[in-house]
């Protein structure tokens, strides 16, 4: 069970916005800790997209953006290719568990 | 651009100990820019973080896991390694190493391609 709780899966068509959450605790997100958000495609390894709750890496296209309220963050992706499917996972610091921590992850359809 | 690259044995028996080492190219693992970290995939699931160490060799350890690994770095070679003691099938799992960079939250900003070590008998 993962300390941050994201949906299993989300699905769009092209072109269109999804959103996937992030939901934490006093102890990860809503004590301040950043939030960083991860792309992984199949069979490869996990790319960072997001850091720092919303500042994208060069070479992320600013169709995918992060936000954080509270103890939760989301990713928002617009103008939905098919090359986005993939599982994305959100990422901070525990300072209950005293480690840093990762979602279960969603795994994204482009219909 | 850094690169990172892990190598390993594919396979190992139970109860035995997994070794692993990573390779870094394009930066010294000496600069102090990064803290060396070690994370883990199981098949079909999610990811947890392991370990990291700094270039001065000050290490920190997951917690859950900290009786079972030791972390190490080779300046020389430009590489660090895990070791984690005593394995079982569920340690089975894709291992990535990887930079931790802390500024403006820590986050893993380069990832080797991974390697998949098997626990069996």
């Known amino acids: 069970q993962s300390v941050l709780t994201q949906p299993p899966s989300v699905s769009g068509a092209p072109g269109q916005r999804v959103t996937i959450s992030c939901t934490g605790s006093s102890s990860n997100i809503g004590a301040g800790y950043a939030v960083q958000w991860y792309q992984q495609l199949p069979g490869t390894a996990p790319k960072l997209l997001i850091y720092g709750i919303a500042n994208r890496p060069s070479g992320v296209p600013d169709r995918f953006s992060g936000s954080k309220s509270g103890t939760s963050a989301s990713l928002a992706i617009t103008g939905l290719q098919a090359a986005d499917e993939a599982d994305y996972y959100c990422?901070?610091?525990?300072?209950?568990?005293?480690?840093?921590?990762f979602g279960g992850g969603t795994k994204l359809t482009v219909l | 651009q850094v690169q990172l690259q892990e190598s390993g044995p594919g396979l190992v028996r139970p109860s035995q100990t997994l070794s692993l080492t990573c390779t870094v190219s394009?930066?010294?693992?000496?600069?102090?820019?990064?803290?060396w970290s070690w994370i883990r995939q199981p098949p079909g699931k999610g990811l947890e973080w392991l370990a990291y160490i700094y270039y001065s060799r000050k290490t920190y350890y997951n917690p859950s896991l900290k009786s079972r690994l030791r972390i190490s770095l080779n300046a020389s070679k430009n590489q660090f390694s895990l070791r984690l003691s005593s394995v079982t099938a569920a340690d089975t799992a894709v291992y990535y190493c990887?930079?931790?960079?802390?500024?403006?939250?820590?986050?893993?900003?380069?990832w080797g391609q991974g390697s998949l070590v098997t626990v069996s008998s």
């Open positions: 394009s930066v010294s693992i000496s600069s102090g820019d990064y803290y």
């Open positions: 990422q901070s610091y525990d300072s209950s568990l005293s480690v840093w921590v």
């Open positions: 990887a930079t931790m960079v802390e500024n403006e939250g820590d986050y893993f900003q380069h």
